[in-house]
């Protein structure tokens, strides 16, 4: 599946979450996947505790975070430049 097709399933609704990023406007936040499997939860078991969950929505919560990760900048503060 394309990275633009993965993309496309996360979306973001003021009146969903709270306008945080979701999974086909689900209630299922990208926050919650990651943390889910960050905290042990195996895609499988992602799947089967959320059954309107498919699996290239846990790769699309993965391509998000990559995303935004990838756009932030680094800079040195500091006395002495």
Same mark, same amino acid.
């Given at each position: ?14 009146? #969903? ?12 936040? &990208? ?5 889910? %499997? ?6 499988? $078991?992602? %799947? ?14 993965? %391509?998000?975070?990559?995303?935004? &990760?990838?756009? $932030?900048? &680094?800079?040195? #503060?500091?006395?002495?430049?």
């Amino acid at each position: 599946m394309a990275v633009q097709c993965l993309l496309d399933r996360i979306t973001v609704n003021p009146d #969903v979450m709270v306008g945080k990023p979701t999974i086909r406007g689900l209630r299922i936040t &990208v926050e919650q996947i990651l943390k889910a %499997l960050a905290g042990g939860i195996t895609p499988r $078991e992602l %799947l089967e505790d959320y059954p309107e969950l498919e699996p290239e929505d846990i790769k699309a919560a993965l %391509l998000h975070a990559v995303e935004l &990760v990838s756009e $932030e900048q &680094v800079f040195k #503060v500091g006395a002495g430049v």
